[in-house]
């Protein structure tokens, strides 16, 4: 019984770190997004 409860353990524990990862592979992108188009605006006055 004990094995069987840590291998449940370890899955989530997996699961959620692959969550974890894909949240912040999307929050990167957003990030790089938002920056971009703030460097377009500010670059844009002095044209």
Known sequence: MGSKSKMNLMKSYK???????????????QDIIS????????SKPFE
């Open 15 to 29: 699961n959620i770190k692959k969550e974890a990862a894909t949240k912040k592979k999307r929050e990167n992108t």
């Open 35 to 42: 920056k971009s188009l703030t460097k377009k605006q500010k």
